[in-house]
Every structure is written in C-alpha cells, then in structure tokens.
C-alpha cells in the first residue's frame, strides 16, 4: 500500500474552484428538475400541436390545444412537484423529530452510533470516537442528519419554490412549439416547428448532461430522437385521425 502523504497546514481546505457547500446537492437537484420540467414542456406540448396540424390545418384549433396542453400540462407539473416535495419534506421533517428524540432520550448511545458509523468508513474505533464527539459538540443534529440520514436540516425543499419552478419550467418550454406552430405560414410551420423544437431538445439534452457530469453527446441524440418520435407519431396519428373523421 502507498503511503498516503500529509499536507501542509496552510493548505488543508477546500479547493477554490470547486463547490463544496453543503446544499450544492440540493442545487443541481433542482436544476435538473428545471431542466426536465422544460423537456417536458417542450416535448408534450409539441407532440399536441403535431398532432392536431396532422388532422387539420386550421390555425385556431391548433392553437386552441396548444394553448390548453400548456396550461394543462404546467398546472399538473406544478400540483405534481408540490405533492411529491411535500411528502419527501413530511418524511425529512419525521425523521429530524425522531431523531432530537433519540438525542435527548439517549445521547450516549446516539454518540456510539455516529461513532460507529465513522468507523464502517474506515476510520479507526478511536478516531472514530474522537470525531463523533467533536462533532456533537458542534452540532450532533447536523452531525446525525447528515450521516445517518443523508439530510441537511438547514435546506430542506420547499414544495412551493419546487411547484412554482416546474410550472415556470414547463411553460417556458411549451411556448416554443405552441409560437413557431402559430406564427409561421401553413406551408413551413411544421417544419420550423420540428427543427425549433430539435435544437431546443440539443440544448435541454446538454444541460441535463452536464448538470450531472455525464456523457453529452449521447445526452443530446437521445433528447432528440426522443422528441423526434413523439412528433413524427401523433402527426401521423392525427393524420389517420383527421381523414377518418373527415
């Protein structure tokens, strides 16, 4: 085994170009999910329109879904986002309880139980100790949360700010396809429509990329062969459907 090297003193901290607070985790979980909520938008409301310019060319009605699946679709991300947050927070929340109980029940058993899983990190039972009781002194809250919970109890989500963002996310989004759809003339708005909605799609694929630090290009195809489907399926089905209600 290689012997692990000691730094110098003035250089023990974090590296300046590098995020390292404590709610960076929370962070890129919430652009992701801004992210998505704008893929969402932009693919769902884009296979509407598609759908109903397959069956008619009548620029009203087009717009009329258009307009409906967007509000529809951004309303429901929002109630959506809300419930799942809220019910993640309710859970967090239960578990901070239970918890400071267990703290102030029994705080030298709670003390062997962060030691103990400090050791299962590698430490040794000593260090492991020593570091446990540190930190209880600082914060034994935080200490156990973060350890044994995985949770930050000073940045817990908000279900409001999650519902608002996916709302706000999605409808940004849609109006892509729902504008290029109704402000080009018939013989080219399919068209724009596609290709707006493919470079959208490169640019969503990307940043959900690399907000998680994962293979681009592969991102980016997938985006788009994706959106690409869900347009070229629901013209061709409001195609058959448009002639068989004619």
Same mark, same amino acid.
């Given at each position: 085994?290689?012997?692990?090297?000691?730094?110098?003193?003035?250089?023990?901290?974090?590296?300046?170009?590098?995020?390292?607070?404590?709610?960076?985790?929370?962070?890129?979980?919430?652009?992701?999910?801004?992210?998505?909520?704008?893929?969402?938008?932009?693919?769902?409301?884009?296979?509407?329109?598609?759908?109903?310019?397959?069956?008619?060319?009548?620029?009203?009605?087009?717009?009329?879904? @258009?307009?409906?699946?967007?509000? &529809?679709?951004? %309303?429901?991300?929002?109630?959506?986002?809300?419930?799942?947050?809220?019910?993640?927070?309710?859970?967090?929340?239960?578990?901070?309880?239970?918890?400071?109980?267990? /703290?102030?029940?029994?705080?030298?058993?709670?003390? &062997?139980?962060?030691?103990?899983?400090?050791?299962?990190?590698? /430490?040794?039972?000593?260090?492991?100790?020593?570091?446990?009781?540190?930190?209880?002194?600082?914060? &034994? /809250?935080?200490?156990?949360?973060?350890?044994?919970?995985?949770?930050?109890?000073?940045?817990? +989500?908000?279900?409001?700010?999650?519902? %608002?963002?996916?709302?706000?996310?999605? +409808?940004?989004?849609?109006?892509?396809?729902?504008?290029?759809?109704?402000?080009?003339?018939?013989?080219?708005?399919?068209?724009?429509?596609?290709?707006?909605?493919?470079?959208?799609?490169?640019?969503?694929?990307?940043?959900?990329?690399?907000?998680?630090?994962?293979?681009?290009?592969?991102?980016?195809?997938?985006?788009?062969?994706? @959106?690409?489907?869900?347009?070229?399926?629901?013209?061709?089905? @409001?195609? /058959?459907?448009?002639? @068989? %209600?004619?």
């Amino acid at each position: 085994m290689s012997q692990i090297p000691t730094p110098q003193p003035d250089r023990i901290g974090p590296h300046a170009d590098e995020p390292h607070e404590r709610s960076i985790g929370g962070l890129l979980n919430r652009l992701r999910a801004a992210v998505l909520g704008a893929n969402d938008g932009i693919v769902s409301v884009a296979g509407i329109v598609m759908g109903v310019a397959g069956a008619t060319s009548h620029r009203d009605t087009i717009v009329v879904a @258009g307009v409906a699946g967007l509000v &529809a679709g951004a %309303l429901s991300m929002g109630a959506g986002e809300y419930v799942s947050v809220s019910t993640q927070r309710d859970t967090e929340r239960a578990l901070l309880d239970k918890e400071r109980r267990e /703290l102030a029940e029994d705080p030298e058993d709670e003390l &062997a139980e962060l030691a103990g899983l400090y050791r299962d990190k590698g /430490l040794t039972d000593a260090l492991a100790l020593e570091v446990a009781q540190q930190l209880t002194a600082h914060d &034994a /809250l935080a200490a156990h949360a973060e350890t044994e919970l995985g949770i930050d109890p000073d940045d817990l +989500t908000s279900p409001w700010q999650a519902a %608002l963002a996916s709302m706000v996310a999605f +409808t940004l989004g849609a109006a892509l396809p729902l504008l290029t759809i109704t402000l080009f003339p018939p013989g080219v708005r399919v068209w724009v429509t596609v290709v707006a909605v493919a470079l959208a799609l490169a640019v969503t694929g990307y940043a959900s990329a690399a907000s998680g630090d994962a293979p681009r290009v592969r991102a980016v195809v997938r985006n788009i062969a994706g @959106g690409l489907l869900a347009m070229v399926v629901t013209y061709l089905i @409001g195609g /058959l459907v448009g002639r @068989g %209600l004619g």
